[in-house]
């Protein structure tokens, strides 16, 4: 047997077309095709790539007790590869989502840390060898503290 890679992550949600437009909107994933599956949901793809992000909203998103979840839980975050370091953010900060940021010590790595709508932490993860600029500089209170939590994602950041 060998594992060969993450097929994909799914999501539960309270706000299935919140949590479409951040994956769309805030990341620029695109909106695919999804099967009826007789619930409601979405898929959402990275450009022309299968669908890594399922969402799912209605009653097989909610718990025993009645509610959707919020947050990761035991999952403390899904890290995405991107790229365009300067456009994320800018789109990350013109929406009003609180963030952080890190540089990967020894490494060429630059990270964004921001929630989606169900409070899901993404890493968004860029190789600065690749963004054709120095690598940037985090304001102190922007550092990202792992165990250290912030923002909330339902009271996006002014």
């Not at 959402?44 to 890594?52: C, V």
């Not at 990761?72 to 890290?79: G, R």
């Not at 209170?141 to 165990?147: I, K, P, T």
Request: aromatic residues 10%.
């Amino acid at each position: 047997m060998q594992v060969t890679g993450l097929f994909h992550v799914a999501i539960k949600t309270n706000d299935l077309d919140a949590t479409v437009k951040f994956y769309t909107e805030v990341l620029g994933m695109k909106l695919v095709h999804r099967p009826d599956f007789g619930f409601p949901g979405a898929w959402i793809a990275a450009g022309d790539s299968i669908p890594i992000i399922h969402i799912y909203a209605g009653g097989p998103a909610l718990g025993a007790d009645g509610k959707t979840p919020y947050g990761t839980s035991a999952l403390d975050h899904v890290s995405l590869t991107i790229k365009g370091w300067d456009e994320c953010l800018e789109r990350v900060k013109r929406l009003g989502y609180d963030w952080r940021a890190a540089i990967v010590p020894g490494t060429s790595l630059w990270q964004i840390f921001v929630h989606d709508p169900s409070g899901v932490m993404m890493e968004l993860t860029f190789d600065g060898k690749a963004e054709g600029r120095p690598t940037p500089e985090i304001p102190a209170d922007r550092v990202y503290m792992a165990g250290q939590p912030f923002g909330n994602a339902r009271a996006k950041a002014a």
